[in-house]
């Protein structure tokens, strides 16, 4: 967000999101949630995408919450990880914006359990969803991991970007341009939402937090 100039509220755990969206409406939310679990969060989110708000997503919550209506919300599958282990993320439409505006985002092919103990939650196309990527190299049923919904309004990563690192902790640098893959990916998805025709602010009242189910273990 700062790197594309953009006007934003960073919050860090669930109370301050639910706070932040009581405080007012938004056009657009970026999630990036590796760890810890709480329905509440995922039905704000829900609500929020279902009121016309714009969002990109990268959680594991569809693994202790498998049957949560969010995934559905979002075009996908997703369930609980079939194993828990990281694979390679392949885009199957590499031509599509979010993988190549403003930045030439590589396959996720570096991929690295580093803190993390659940990480790659694949699933098919459900409802609006369009699947753009997966782990295997072309399309196979059960495989996708990137969805696009609702008219191009969101981006559903069911995996976890934040293992775009070595096993230690460096980013991944695929295509060596000098900026970390997840950066240039999470930079196309935000300038991809906000371009889509219609985006609008919309505020929901948020349901309050309750916290349940526990994160991934950390390594």
Do not use: C
């Not at 495989?143 to 191009?152: C, D, E, L, R, Y």
């Not at 775009?164 to 980013?171: F, L, Q, R, W, Y």
């Not at 695929?174 to 196309?188: F, H, M, P, R």
């Amino acid at each position: 967000m700062s790197n594309g100039g953009y006007t934003f509220t960073e919050t860090n755990d669930f109370t301050a999101f639910n706070d932040a969206m009581a405080a007012q409406g938004w056009q657009l939310i970026v999630v990036d949630n590796p760890s810890s679990g709480d329905t509440s969060f995922l039905t704000n989110i829900e609500n929020f995408v279902n009121a016309g708000g714009h969002l990109a997503i990268s959680t594991w919550q569809s693994d202790p919450f498998p049957t949560h209506t969010l995934w559905g919300t979002l075009g996908s599958t997703s369930g609980a990880a079939p194993g828990g282990d990281v694979h390679p993320i392949y885009r199957w439409v590499a031509t599509h914006p979010i993988f190549s505006t403003p930045n030439d985002v590589p396959d996720f092919t570096a991929l690295s359990d580093v803190w993390y103990g659940v990480d790659t939650f694949p699933g098919d196309p459900t409802g609006t969803g369009t699947a753009l990527a997966g782990t295997t190299e072309s399309s196979e049923p059960g495989k996708a991991t990137i969805f696009i919904a609702n008219a191009g309004r969101t981006i559903f990563n069911a995996f976890l970007l934040d293992d775009a690192a070595d096993d230690t902790d460096v980013a991944n640098d695929v295509d060596g341009d000098g900026k970390a893959d997840a950066i240039e990916y999470w930079e196309n998805q935000i300038v991809y939402l906000l371009s889509q025709a219609g985006i609008r602010t919309v505020r929901v009242a948020p349901a309050s937090v309750r916290h349940s189910g526990s994160g991934p273990s950390n390594r």
